[in-house]
């Protein structure tokens, strides 16, 4: 189906000079010797070129000062062109080279170069450009973080949680929006309410409007855009309306022909070839031979491999055990507030955002308490946006801050999950290195509270095994200031917390049931082990706020069933360690694993597998407890009838203990 | 690469969770042959040849002296003699079974399971289990037979299947450790009471503790054919194993008992009950000692006293007294006891006649020291009191002559000049605090050990293999 011509381009009054011809003709060279290589089979995977549009990124590169951060996103070709000029670590990326910016393991859409990042979701770029930004304001620079969407973004919710909070908190944010009037094949005419320009001003947000038909006049308009962003600390807006030549990606252009055509007509490149002949066909052959060179030296360079990626999982073997002493005695929401304290005060740069975590409320569970008081700024409420929450985060931890992000109810996760899954734990690897992303998320899940089905659940599973990512889950049995402590001195990588609701007001404790004692091992993040003498008859693996539960039952199973059971509470669920699990199992040849969330695909399907491929054989008989397979109802009695607690875990463990 | 094969240190003991090496037999980097001895290594029981269980060259790196874990490396061998720089790589041979370490090849996959248990770090000393913690039927089970729970002490978590074992065996297999004797008769004396003609009589009823005590005296009367055997000893020997002794076990009632206990063992007649033209022999030696200190009768029983050493006897006594004074007891029967010591010296009662107690067989009794007409020297009657259904007068006439030569011996001990040890000083028996004494064939040899607090002790052949 063909889209009619809605609107031709404006009269052009190109004003382009020999050298603005030179920066935008690489990039249009560039990009269609990508076509070609495509074509050659060369390449991997699809590209999107920005041939029409390459004087956008021209235009802000202009303006751009060192320390100014890019985010762009999967049409990000021209965009890194005109900020790094990086043509050779450009085409081997795109080659899959080890000589690539990103030494080929980010591609088309992920490169990563000096301040430059870009990344293919829709949407998602923009808290984290937000991030950056605010990164900019506290580290008191006078830079500026741009970041680049299409007309196309402006569906994303995403994009209006930045606007809000970059107006309110007066960032230093600049978007660039490239109006080229189609999202992907659809015409901004069926999805497009009301302007552009409107939506931003709504947010208090200034605007400006520019084309790349007249590349002179952009130029002059981003930068004036981009010095009021940077010197009044407000967030910029720059239309600039352009238009796509070639297809979104490849093969999927059924724009009409005619419209196609009047834009080729008014291409201020080829303008510029038709009045200017000589200088352009110099120009355009030095551009050639940059580019062929490139080629030539990608095609040469190796594909790039396989490294080992250092997944932070604890050394396996052998399980080294000690007695667990802790002195601490306090509830474990004080002793999680003061680990942030301590840390607060010996490092600057940890930074907390999330919903009411502001003295004198402190957050819905008083986690955070007055350490906004004690640390001015540094503990900041933010709007109810957890994907703002957590992509700002991701880019305070691109920018050199170790941000805190509380997620209100861990059900609420869910509405981070693009920033924790397609970025948070992306960038270390696909940028090859060149980042860390040392990010907190912390959040309460769990239930047994009466808060039924949307504020109860155990939904970290969904979060859990993401590569690059570590997951941990307190208890009672062991500081939780130790495991902020650790995290604060090493976090090299995002880290999920689960803390679980009910244990926020349980003391921590070594007082573990009469007959059994109480270690742990000697990983960063303790797996906790309470051991009778002798062999036990089955495991019980769990980990945060089921242990209380299982500590009772284990007493129950004593006193009134004659089994001793052994219970190994990781707090380290991902990367997980199954050594110990395994060290127990193979005693007890019995393992029952409780957890509060959904077993299905979950940690313990995950762990049972583990422990089979790693020690085949040791586990005999192996029995899960989880949630129901509904959603957890309202009713207090009836919630707390079937969610796993003692009287479940009792009968799971007389079940799994009747086999012989 | 050459090819290093480590070598694990056999679990020998099982309560053992380290080794002490002793000697090496083989210089590191020498050639040693299969079976040749390597090391020479010491467990807390004994010391024992380790073999080489390949051919090959010997690397080592521990020094004589060290205490390596049961099952981690206690040399490389290779074929080689050049030392091989990985010695950490996990090249680890199986776990050794039966004593003998088996080698096998790495083998990644199949060894997989293996390698936990040998790298499987030994538990770490300093955790401490403390008091026992009994389930509900253990407990009830304790209840039942009387025990002491104390008995379980740093054993856990304790469930029924632990103190069936203590008291010997599965409930399908062994009679009750007290069966209580059917009789058609009321629990009290056999015949009918006769008042004393034209004499009025006022009617008390006796204590519910009276009227229990009875019933359990009763039952052992009825069921015995009670005869009695009675000893004069010196009281020096006692005085002298009191002072000598001291604050460990300076109690003459423990140190009797203490020996009756070892004694018993080799007249299991004596600790035992008739039942139906049957002996009934108990295997463990469980003493009750009759107190009476003005609150009644009771019997607390000193558990499995033939295996503790007199410093434990002695402060289970002390303990047991507190507790009958504080009217703590818990235990409140005669029953669960497999003998019973009754010491009425303190009363200055030199000679009596003691009552067989339900489900046993002979009671020992004490009398107080007295001085027979023309001696200077004290004596004090052993007095015991036995069913002649199972053992006959001249038994019970050498178990107490020989208790009585044990409890002389400690003069004996006492009054001999100090051996030539070693350190210096007088060479005791770690556990029962005998001397070395020349006239005891039992006692030529105190065998060097380690001690549960891991310092250096000497055990006598008695405490070290029991009375044989």
Redesign the interface.
């Known amino acids: 189906m063909s889209t009619e011509i809605h609107e031709l381009p404006p009269a052009l009054d190109h004003g382009v000079s020999a050298d603005l011809y030179r920066q935008a003709i690489l990039i249009r060279k560039v990009e269609q010797r990508l076509l070609s290589l495509f074509a050659e089979g060369k390449l991997f995977g699809t590209v999107h070129t920005c041939i029409g549009q390459e004087f956008t990124g021209v235009a802000v590169a202009e303006a751009l000062r060192p320390g100014d951060l890019i985010f762009s996103n999967h049409r990000c070709h021209g965009h890194f062109l005109a900020r790094t000029g990086d043509t050779d670590g450009l085409m081997a990326e795109l080659m899959g080279r080890q000589t690539g910016v990103c030494g080929g393991r980010g591609g088309s859409q992920h490169l990563c170069k000096d301040g430059f990042f870009s990344n293919g979701i829709q949407g998602g770029i923009v808290p984290v450009a937000a991030g950056l930004a605010f990164a900019q304001k506290l580290h008191k620079r006078q830079n500026v973080s741009v970041v680049f969407i299409g007309d196309g973004t402006l569906g994303q919710g995403a994009v209006y949680e930045a606007l809000n909070v970059a107006s309110k908190w007066d960032l230093p944010l600049v978007i660039v929006c490239e109006n080229n009037r189609y999202s992907q094949s659809t015409s901004q005419h069926q999805t497009l309410a009301g302007n552009i320009r409107d939506r931003f001003e709504a947010f208090g947000i200034r605007t400006w409007q520019g084309d790349t038909w007249h590349p002179a006049d952009l130029i002059l308009t981003a930068a004036e855009a981009i010095n009021y962003a940077r010197d009044e600390s407000r967030p910029a807006f720059i239309q600039m309306d352009t238009y796509r030549l070639m297809a979104h990606s490849k093969g999927d252009d059924d724009r009409a022909a005619d419209e196609l055509k009047a834009f080729w007509a008014k291409d201020p490149l080829q303008v510029f070839e038709t009045e200017q002949p000589e200088s352009a066909t110099a120009i355009g052959a030095e551009v050639s031979r940059v580019v062929e060179a490139a080629v030539a030296k990608a095609d040469k360079a190796p594909f790039s491999c396989a490294v080992d990626v250092d997944e932070n999982c604890p050394d396996c ?7 667990t002493q802790n002195d601490e005695t306090d509830r474990i929401v004080n002793r999680i507030h003061a680990g942030f304290q301590r840390n607060m005060r010996r490092d600057p740069r940890i930074v907390m955002i999330g919903e009411d975590i502001e003295g004198p409320y402190g957050g819905a569970f008083k986690v955070t308490k007055n350490l906004s008081l004690e640390f001015p700024g540094r503990v900041r409420n933010m709007q109810i946006a957890e994907g703002l929450i957590v992509g700002m985060g991701n880019g305070l931890a691109l920018n050199g801050y170790l941000p805190v992000c509380e997620i209100m109810f861990g059900d609420f996760l869910a509405l981070a999950g693009d920033q924790l899954i397609n970025h948070a734990s992306k960038f270390r690897y696909m940028y090859n290195e060149q980042v860390t992303v040392p990010l907190i998320v912390r959040t309460p899940m769990g239930g047994k509270r009466g808060y039924a089905a949307t504020h109860s659940q155990s939904i970290e599973k969904h979060f859990m095994g993401m590569p690059g990512t570590i997951m941990l889950a307190i208890h009672h049995r062991y500081d939780p200031a130790l495991v902020y402590d650790e995290l604060f001195q090493s976090l090299d990588r995002p880290a999920i917390v689960i803390e679980n609701k009910l244990l926020y007001g349980t003391r921590i404790s070594d007082k573990v ?5 109480l ?1 742990h091992t000697r990983d960063r993040f303790p797996t906790t082990r309470i051991r ?3 062999r036990a008859d089955l495991t019980i693996l769990c980990y945060g706020g089921m242990l209380p539960d299982v500590e009772k039952s284990l007493e129950a199973l ?5 089994i ?1 059971a052994e219970v190994i509470c990781p707090i380290q669920l991902y990367p997980l360690n199954p ?1 110990p699990i ?2 127990s199992v ?1 005693a007890s040849g019995k393992l029952l694993v409780v957890e509060e969330g959904l077993s299905f695909a979950g940690f313990s399907a995950e762990t049972i597998a583990q422990i089979h491929e ?5 586990l005999k008989y192996v029995k899960r407890l989880a949630s129901p397979r509904h959603p957890i109802p309202a009713c207090g009695p009836l919630e707390k009838a079937v969610l796993p607690g003692v009287d479940l875990i009792l009968a799971a463990a007389l079940e799994l203990t009747r086999h012989e | 690469m050459s090819e290093s094969t480590p070598i694990l240190i056999p679990q020998e003991i099982v309560n053992d969770e380290t080794v002490t090496i002793l000697q090496w037999k083989i210089p590191t980097g020498a050639r040693v042959e299969a079976g040749q001895v390597l090391a020479e290594l010491e467990t807390s029981k004994t010391a024992f040849d380790f073999p080489a269980p390949m051919a090959g060259y010997v690397h080592y790196t521990l020094a004589v002296g060290a205490e390596p874990a049961i099952g981690s490396v206690l040399c490389h061998i290779s074929d080689s003699a050049e030392r091989p720089g990985g010695h950490d790589a996990p090249k680890i041979a199986a776990a050794p079974t039966n004593g003998h370490a088996k080698i096998h090849k790495e083998a990644a996959v199949e060894t997989a399971i293996d390698v936990i248990s040998i790298d499987h770090p030994a538990p770490d000393r300093t955790v401490e289990f403390g008091a026992a913690r009994f389930s509900k039927k253990a407990a009830a089970l304790v209840a039942q037979h009387n025990l002491d729970p104390a008995l379980f002490d740093k054993r856990g978590l304790v469930r029924e299947h632990d103190v069936q074992r203590l008291i010997g065996g599965p409930p399908a297999d062994i009679a009750p450790l007290a069966p209580i004797v059917q009789t058609t008769a009321p629990a009290r004396s056999v015949a009918a009471p006769v008042a004393a003609a034209g004499v009025p009589v006022r009617d008390e009823v006796l204590s519910r503790a009276k009227r229990t005590e009875i019933k359990y005296l009763a039952s052992g009367t009825a069921n015995s054919l009670t005869s009695i055997v009675s000893v004069s000893v010196p009281t020096r020997g006692l005085r002298a194993a009191v002072e000598t002794l001291g604050p460990v076990g300076g109690n003459a009632t423990a140190v009797i008992l203490f020996e009756s206990a070892r004694l018993l063992k080799k007249y299991p007649l004596f600790n035992a009950y008739y039942d139906d033209g049957h002996a009934k022999l108990y295997e463990q030696v469980n003493i009750g000692l009759a107190v009476d200190a003005g609150k009644g009768l009771k019997v607390p029983v000193i558990r499995q006293a033939d295996v503790k050493s007199i410093a434990q006897v002695s402060d289970e006594i002390g303990e047991t007294v507190q507790a009958y004074l504080s009217d703590t007891l818990s235990v409140e029967s005669l029953a669960g006891g497999t003998f019973t010591l009754t010491d009425l010296s303190g009363e200055g009662i030199t000679y009596f006649h003691p009552l067989i107690n339900r489900g046993q067989a002979a009671i020992l009794g004490v009398g107080a020291e007295h001085f027979p007409p023309g001696s200077k020297e004290g004596v004090f009657n052993l007095i015991l009191a036995f069913d002649h259904q199972l053992a006959d007068g001249r038994m019970a006439g050498k178990f107490l002559g020989e208790l009585s030569d044990r409890l002389t011996a400690y003069e004996r001990a006492a009054g001999s000049p100090a051996p030539p040890a070693h350190s210096g000083a007088a060479l005791r028996c770690s556990n029962c605090r005998r001397t070395i004494s020349p006239t005891d064939k039992h006692n030529r040899f105190l065998v060097p050990v380690i001690l549960p607090d891991g310092s250096d002790g000497r055990l006598c052949l008695i405490c070290f293999d029991g009375w044989m």
């Open positions: 073997k052998p399980v080294h055990w000690a007695p049931p009469t007959g059994f004692v270690e009778p003498e002798g004593f006193e009134e069933h004659e001793i050594w395994i060290e193979k790693s020690a085949p054989g040791v």
